[in-house]
């Protein structure tokens, strides 16, 4: 296997149709609130609205062209504006290589070094283990569970809130090594291209997946 040049960079206006194709994959339909009904124009219309919203801040992974993984984080007003909002996808072909921590990565170090955001929070489903895997490695806590909170598969889910707050506003705790430490490092903008190993196979699906084909 070659190498391949990742490149994480902003969002762009003509990203509609492979934003459409990377909602639309199995695995990324089913750890997120997606609908697979979704037409591609109302992708197009929804990547414009994201593009011009200053409170949206949308990266890429794109490798060779293609739009592999995508992260967003959406900035709250008034006296949450020191909240910030997370939502990602990686490509099905491209899971498990390392596209989720570069995207992970690169909105921590939007947040803590030009955003001044205090607080990054998300939703999960209970059974999303790599998603669970990838946020607890950047410090984010299980902070309390959402019972029946979305319907997946002909049942409903449930999903926990997670969160990560600035190692600053962390009460009595000191900065972790690792994580913290990365996301502050002076080559912390390094993660904007880098070359490294990537395919096109198929991540082999999680157990709570492969639980949930067999009893389809
Ligand atoms: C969650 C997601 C964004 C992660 O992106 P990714 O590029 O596959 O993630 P990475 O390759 O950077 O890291 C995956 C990590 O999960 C781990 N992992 C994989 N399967 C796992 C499992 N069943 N249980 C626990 N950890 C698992 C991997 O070992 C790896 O961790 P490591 O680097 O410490 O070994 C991606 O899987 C995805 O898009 N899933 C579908 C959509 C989704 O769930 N989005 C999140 C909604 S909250």
Redo the contacts with the bound molecule.
Sequence with gaps: MGQTRITIRPLRLDDGSNIYELMH?P??????SLLPSTSVDAWRKTVEGWVYDERMHVFV?EVQGKV??I?SVHVGVGRESHVGD???????K???????????LTVIDLADNWLNLVRLE????TD????????K?FDFEIEGRKRLDAFRGGRYIDSYIMARLHHEHHPGEEQRAGTAEEAASPNAGDYVEMLTRVSEAP??P???RQEEQKTQ
Excluded at 86 to 92: C, G, K, L
Excluded at 94 to 104: A, C, P, R, T, V
Excluded at 122 to 125: A, C, G, K, R, S
């Design positions: 994959m695995n990324v339909l089913w750890g997120t992974a592999a993984g992260i997370i939502a990602m996808a990686v490509h099905d491209f899971q498990g290589q390392g596209i989720g921590k570069m995207l992970l998300l939703d999960v489903y999303n283990e790599p998603a669970i895997h990838v946020y490695h991540a082999p999680s157990v709570g």
